[in-house]
């Protein structure tokens, strides 16, 4: 039996030729187009004696050898949406190079501050963006665009950009940025407006559902490690030390781990997806106690959104974007652990560390700039064939076609089962539960 398709909708058949070469044009290369029939499966494990694999079947990206739209005639906007991450500005070069150069689309425009741009209620006039406005950016943190939280209306927001004459719209933001970018597709589909939106997952927490990178990621990880090493130099260096380290990952612990394997030096790991207890023989403060006793120092790496069912809270708050204002684990682990160790006659020294803002604004390193292009590239490539309602993502280390509809129920979780978290137990040695 196939597996399901990942269908994409398509804003009308791609009749016109691509500009980009071909074999015809130069037959000493291989044809650089990628034919509708190639796909990437999700899983590139199967069991096969399960009745159903329970695989999907996502579009290959790449250009096509038939376009939908008129470059000469077209107009592109891109927007960055919700909290910085490195790589922003890489995929706005991208984005930028690739639609001139590839496609020669001579207007493209730049929406500041998020969506907020998109509404003129707010006085945000657009730039125009070209080559060598965006020459040099990709060695800067942050985003030339600025960015905000916090929708607008679909309506308002496509009727000014066919005003502009934008045929090509790329938001690059995480999963609330993609739920409104969807929201401007189906706005533009019912005010008969040809848009072809093609969305780019931008989020450091790596937990967009059904795709197993995104950018900005691996740059986070990297400058985590740095924040431990120098967490694990500060307890070496003193009696009963404890370095702290609070990492971000709202709802997935993926930064906090990654970061763990990289560094090594970490005794307890804390994410989202496994509830921990203070309290009991098997609890935090009592394994902590006991590990003092043997080795004097301890690391201990914890996720933004870990252990909230620990901390007393009158009600929940949430952001522009939607998301739950999470109470601070970092600093209520602190003060519950030297008023633990205070209450037992041995204090210890606790050095804590919150890096957040210092690991989002930073530029992208290598890999991840490297990412960043080809997400970019490949949703020029997407969007000039009249492709809308997807992001670009990456699935074993293949560009694919994902609707966006599929990655807006929820976010990719770290598995307590899977091969991330079997590796976290075995690099800390830290019990397998809390309870």
């Known amino acids: 039996m196939q597996p399901p398709v990942a ?27 990628v034919a509708d029939t190639h796909f990437i499966p999700l899983h590139i494990t199967l069991d096969l004696a399960a009745e159903r694999p329970g695989n999907i079947l996502f579009e290959k990206a790449g250009p096509r050898e038939k376009i939908y739209f008129d470059p000469a005639r077209t107009a592109a906007a891109i927007v960055t949406c919700g909290g910085l991450c490195p790589g922003l500005n890489n995929v706005i070069r991208s984005l930028v190079l690739s639609l001139r150069c590839h496609y020669g689309v001579e207007r493209i425009y730049g929406i500041r501050y998020g969506y907020h741009g998109l509404n003129p209620a707010n006085s945000f006039p657009p730039v125009e963006l070209t080559p060598e406005d965006v020459s040099d950016i990709h060695e800067l943190g942050g985003t030339i665009l600025g960015t905000s939280r916090g929708p607008e209306d679909p309506e308002v927001m496509v009727r000014t950009l066919r005003e502009l004459g934008v045929n090509l719209f790329f938001p690059i933001g995480g999963d609330g940025t993609q739920r409104g970018a969807y929201k401007i597709h189906e706005a533009a589909c019912a005010l008969g407006h040809p848009l072809a939106v093609v969305g780019v997952p931008k989020t450091i927490d790596n937990d967009i559902l059904y795709v197993t990178r ?12 740095q924040v431990i090493n120098i967490a694990h130099t500060e307890a070496r260096a003193v009696l009963n030390g404890i370095g702290l380290v609070k990492l971000m990952g709202r709802d997935s612990g993926f930064i906090a781990a990654g970061a763990t394997l990289a560094s090594g030096e970490v005794n307890y790991c804390l994410i989202p997806e496994q509830p921990f207890e203070l309290e009991g023989e098997r609890g935090l403060l009592a394994v902590l106690e006991r590990r003092l006793g043997r080795k004097r120092h301890a690391v201990i790496v914890v996720a933004e959104g870990a252990g909230q069912h620990l901390i007393p809270r009158d009600k929940v708050e949430t952001d522009a974007s939607g998301n739950i204002r999470h109470a601070d684990i970092g600093l209520f682990l602190k003060d519950r652990i030297n008023t633990h160790f205070r209450a037992r006659g041995a204090p210890v020294n606790v050095r804590y560390i919150d890096p957040s803002y210092m690991i989002r604004g930073l530029p992208a390193d290598t890999e991840d700039a490297i990412l960043c292009d080809g997400l970019a590239r490949n949703a020029v490539h997407a969007a000039m064939t009249g492709r809308s309602g997807l992001i670009i993502g990456l699935v074993h280390n293949r560009m694919v076609h994902v609707p966006s509809h599929m990655i807006t129920g929820g976010r990719k979780r770290v598995s307590l089962d899977g091969e991330l978290w079997k590796a976290v137990l075995a690099v800390t040695g830290q019990p397998p539960s809390w309870r």
């Open 7 to 33: 269908y994409i909708e398509r804003l009308g058949p791609a009749t016109l030729p691509s500009p980009m070469p071909s074999r015809e044009v130069d037959p000493d290369h291989p044809n650089p187009f």
């Open 214 to 225: 995104t950018f900005g990621y691996g740059t986070a990880i990297n400058a985590a490690r």
